[in-house]
């Protein structure tokens, strides 16, 4: 179980947190340059990349229920006072990305670009939810220092920086593989 928090922890933290700066290049590519670089591939590959990684976490998330109940309060968290909160997480990190099994819907750029807002704000939402939670019951470690300004302008700006190197990386290959196979 711990290899897969780390794994997970992982694509989180190199492809998850990048969505939206991956899709807003590739939207800015396909807007300049028509049809030259594979966009419409690499969209395909972050499609089935984030119904992968739904499925996956939704499947441990269940088993981790199955395995310790008292550590996953599903019902507490569903049925308390911050329900409104964890539904639209819910909705939102889980069900909202398997909606890109339909292929209408997935080979749009600005449908795909919700859905990982969609994403994004779930995982929000579940932070907002610990975190209130533990404000709620008078619990919060006393050694804990937040430095969120800082903390937060530099991971939106990595973010970014490496959607986009992630991005063009992929294009290229892309274009690499298809040159190859032209020759």
Same mark, same amino acid.
């Given at each position: 179980?711990?290899?897969?928090?780390?794994?997970?922890?992982?694509?989180?933290?190199?492809?998850?947190?990048?969505?939206?700066?991956?899709? *807003?290049?590739?939207?800015?590519?396909?807007?300049?340059?028509?049809?030259? =670089?594979?966009?419409?591939?690499?969209?395909?590959?972050?499609?089935?990349?984030?119904?992968?990684?739904?499925? !996956? &976490?939704? &499947?441990?998330?269940?088993?981790? *229920?199955?395995?310790?109940?008292?550590?996953?309060?599903?019902?507490?968290?569903?049925?308390?006072?911050?329900?409104?909160?964890?539904?639209?997480?819910?909705?939102?990190?889980?069900?909202?990305?398997?909606?890109?099994?339909?292929?209408?819907?997935?080979?749009?750029?600005?449908?795909?670009?919700?859905?990982? =807002?969609?994403?994004?704000?779930?995982?929000?939402?579940?932070?907002?939810?610990?975190? !209130? &939670?533990?404000?709620?019951?008078?619990?919060?470690?006393?050694?804990?220092?937040?430095?969120?300004?800082?903390? =937060?302008?530099?991971?939106?700006?990595?973010?970014?920086?490496?959607?986009?190197? *992630?991005?063009?990386?992929?294009?290229?290959?892309?274009?690499?593989?298809?040159?190859?196979?032209?020759?």
């Amino acid at each position: 179980m711990e290899l897969y928090k780390s794994i997970i922890e992982m694509v989180d933290a190199n492809l998850i947190h990048c969505l939206i700066p991956i899709i *807003m290049t590739l939207t800015l590519v396909e807007l300049f340059f028509k049809n030259r =670089f594979e966009t419409k591939k690499t969209l395909n590959l972050i499609r089935w990349t984030i119904i992968i990684y739904t499925i !996956v &976490t939704f &499947t441990f998330y269940l088993i981790g *229920m199955a395995m310790n109940p008292d550590e996953y309060a599903f019902i507490n968290r569903a049925t308390g006072p911050y329900a409104l909160a964890y539904w639209i997480m819910f909705l939102s990190a889980l069900i909202l990305p398997l909606t890109l099994l339909i292929k209408k819907l997935a080979s749009k750029f600005w449908y795909v670009l919700l859905v990982a =807002f969609g994403m994004k704000s779930g995982m929000y939402l579940e932070r907002f939810v610990i975190i !209130v &939670t533990s404000f709620h019951r008078d619990y919060l470690p006393e050694n804990e220092n937040f430095e969120l300004i800082d903390l =937060f302008s530099f991971r939106i700006g990595m973010i970014i920086l490496q959607g986009v190197i *992630m991005t063009i990386l992929t294009l290229v290959i892309l274009e690499i593989k298809k040159i190859v196979q032209n020759t």
